[in-house]
């Protein structure tokens, strides 16, 4: 059993307390010194009694805390903070139990990514007080994640990660409802997100922290004075989690460790990895810097617009992307691509090979198919729970108020030794999402469409497949298929062929961001 699946079991058993009578709602009424030693006696005999032996290696055995209700004393590290006022509470903040009781049975609270980071956060928000905890996510559980995403077991391979860590924590936290969305953040519609009072985001991709960001910011809404309406400002924490790898094991050097136990392959490939670095981050969507504010600060994503890989790939890339993108669904429409699979990986190689030699472009190889369609992020469990601990701590202040929230980034490092940084990301005057206003875009009127659409996957716009509109017509829409042939012919078309003048506005879709972009065309002489 690893550092974090202790934690979790002694967490499980500090919540397996035998039945009593719960916290009266003054400060008088807390137990004696003597009543809590009883309680927490009792409660090591009832896990005593009711443990099941935890078997990892094999998925056998069940984590399940008895079922008891609210126990006096369960809840006294939380009143410890809310019924008496600290030297860093806001100037608002008013000491009471009705914010315990706020915060049990009524803040709902969605966690996105329920992966290293999202495990985390879902104990250290249960553990917490929050008891109506949503979780969403994607992705289905792989053998890989078991040295450090702590609410899966081996048996739990192939079942989606939603679902099995919500099962865990309803199991292990008596009182707690965690409900699981086992599929994409853009699947949900915009009143799904208005239900919560905070959005904690344990993410892995920049594209999917740009759109629940964007989704958020459009959601506030201002009255007549330009003042934020009460309750429409939904904050986002977001914390992230990456380091170097110094070997890639799991890529290209298995060979050199055969014979080894699944175990020991695991505990070598922590070794060569060093995931020490993290961040969070608390957002107001409307009142401080968005993400987007920031995304200057990220290096260029690696991705192409849907015209080029198409029509005319120039680099090995393209001809990769066009495999991934479009002659996988066409070639397997019902079979989800697997990037973990070295058979997928030939087929998109040997297809993304044909297309090469068809252009006269060199360089594609098996290895660069695989930097290209995968992007690993290596982690190690201690930073994912430093960083969990300190976004679970910022929901708790967010939702209380019993503390001043960070302002409004911290950066953490414990490669070398522990290292923390915070400061202050400010809002960009012309950003993308939160600023509310057109935005220049200098071009010339001799240039044609397609010089424009590529730009638009570049700094700071980085959109993946940008579709456009103007003058009450579409110009080019990369998707569906049928409308990306339609009007694939404007792209060799210039701008003032198009009719397009000095001054004018283009709306701009794309995946990114779920509302459009303005932009006001500013011609070069």
């Given at each position: 059993m690893d550092a974090s699946t202790e934690t979790a079991a002694q967490s499980g058993a500090l919540d397996a307390t035998a039945p009593s009578p719960a916290v009266a709602g003054s400060n008088n009424a807390r137990p004696a010194s003597n009543a809590i030693v009883s309680n927490t006696n009792t409660a090591a005999a009832a896990v005593a009694a009711a443990a099941v032996e935890d078997d990892d290696t094999e998925g056998e055995?069940?984590?399940?805390?008895?079922?008891?209700?609210?126990?006096?004393?369960r809840w006294d590290h939380i009143d410890k903070l809310l019924v008496r006022r600290g030297p860093f509470a806001q100037p608002t903040f008013e000491p009471c139990v009705e914010l315990r009781d706020f915060l049990l049975e009524q803040c709902r609270i969605l966690v996105i990514g329920a992966g290293g980071l999202g495990c985390e956060l879902l104990k250290d928000l249960a553990l917490s007080g929050f008891r109506n905890i949503d979780v969403i996510d994607m992705d289905t559980i792989d053998i890989s994640n078991l040295n450090r995403q702590f609410l899966f077991r081996q048996k739990d391979v192939g079942q989606s990660k939603a679902l099995v860590a919500a099962e865990f924590v309803n199991r292990r936290v008596a009182g707690c409802k965690v409900t699981p969305h086992f599929c994409k953040i853009q699947d949900k519609p915009e009143d799904f997100y208005r239900q919560f009072q905070l959005v904690v985001c344990g993410l892995d991709s920049i594209p999917a922290r740009r759109w629940i960001n964007a989704l958020l910011v459009s959601l506030v809404q201002y009255n007549d004075d330009k003042e934020i309406v009460p309750g429409t400002m939904i904050p986002m924490i977001d914390g992230g989690t990456e380091g170097n790898c110094v070997?890639?094991?799991?890529?290209?050097?298995?060979r050199l460790f055969v014979g080894l136990s699944f175990t020991a392959l695991f505990c070598v490939a922590g070794l060569l990895y060093q995931g020490f670095k993290g961040q969070a981050r608390v957002i107001l969507p409307g009142m401080s810097s968005c993400f987007e504010c920031s995304i200057d600060t990220f290096p260029p994503q690696t991705?192409?617009?849907?015209?080029?890989?198409?029509?005319?790939?120039?680099i090995p890339a393209h001809c990769i992307e066009y495999a991934k993108i479009v002659l996988w669904p066409q070639a397997f429409p019902d079979r989800a691509l697997d990037t973990?699979?070295?058979?997928?990986?030939?087929?998109?190689?040997?297809?993304?090979?044909?297309r090469a030699n068809e252009y006269g472009i060199q360089g594609v190889t098996y290895r660069l198919t695989q930097g290209v369609v995968k992007n690993i992020i290596p982690a190690v469990a201690s930073?994912?729970?430093?960083?969990a601990a300190a976004?679970?701590?910022?929901?708790f202040k967010l939702a209380t108020g019993c503390s001043s929230q960070l302002n409004n980034?911290?950066?953490?490092?414990?490669?070398d030794s522990l290292y923390t940084f915070t400061f202050e990301y400010e809002q960009k005057p012309d950003c993308l999402v939160c600023s509310n206003?057109?935005?220049?875009?200098?071009?010339s009127a001799s240039e044609p469409l397609r010089a424009l659409v590529e730009r638009l996957s570049e700094q700071p716009f980085q959109f993946k497949a940008p579709g456009i509109r103007g003058l009450g017509k579409t110009f080019y829409m990369s998707a569906p298929p049928s409308l990306e042939l339609s009007t694939r012919p404007n792209l060799d078309r210039t701008l003032a062929e198009l009719g397009l003048q000095d001054g004018a506005f283009l709306q701009v879709a794309d995946v990114a961001v779920p509302l459009p972009v303005q932009l006001k065309l500013q011609f070069r002489p």
């Open positions: 055995g069940e984590d399940v805390a008895p079922r008891f209700e609210d126990w006096a004393g070997l890639r094991f799991l890529q290209f050097s298995v991705t192409f617009p849907l015209c080029t890989i198409a029509s005319t790939p120039r973990d699979d070295p058979e997928h990986i030939n087929w998109l190689y040997l297809e993304a090979l044909k930073t994912n729970a430093v960083i976004c679970a701590s910022e929901a980034y911290m950066q953490f490092n414990g490669q206003i057109p935005l220049d875009f200098a071009c």
